[in-house]
């Protein structure tokens, strides 16, 4: 069973800055691309950053470019989401995602096929 572990959520001021992490358990599973969506209270799932298997394509939601930087470490089978400077409104759920047979998979939740719990994003003002 394939589980992905997140981390370093938690409360940020704006302007501030804040690092979530995820990993793949699995030591049989590779991850090909690799994700974080996020979703807010009452609100659609939403793409936030995605990044292809070797890390040489990325994709950023027009609402965080500028913001967030995404990266990847395959050895340790973990994606990492830098957030800059916050907004109040990227308070939400955010969640990590991978595919299993899709090495760049871009911001379409149908194409990953695993997901972590979520951990919980509060921006303050």
């Known amino acids: 069973q394939v589980q992905l572990v997140e981390s370093g959520g938690g409360v940020v001021q704006a302007g501030g800055s804040l690092r979530l992490s995820c990993a793949a358990s699995?030591?049989?599973?590779?991850?090909?691309?690799m994700a974080w969506f996020r979703q807010a209270p009452g609100k659609e799932i939403e793409s936030v950053a995605a990044?292809?298997?070797?890390?040489?394509?990325?994709y950023f939601a027009d609402s965080v470019k500028g913001r967030i930087t995404i990266s990847r470490d395959n050895d340790k089978k973990m994606v990492v989401l830098q957030m800059n400077s916050p907004k109040p409104e990227a308070t939400s759920i955010y969640y990590c995602?991978?595919?299993?047979?899709?090495?760049?998979?871009?911001?379409?939740?149908?194409?990953?096929?695993?997901w972590g719990q979520g951990i919980q994003v509060t921006v303050s003002s």
């Open positions: 995602a991978t595919a299993q047979t899709t090495i760049n998979a871009g911001g379409s939740s149908r194409a990953y096929d695993y």
């Open positions: 990044i292809s298997w070797m890390g040489s394509n990325t």
């Open positions: 699995e030591r049989s599973f590779t991850p090909l691309a």
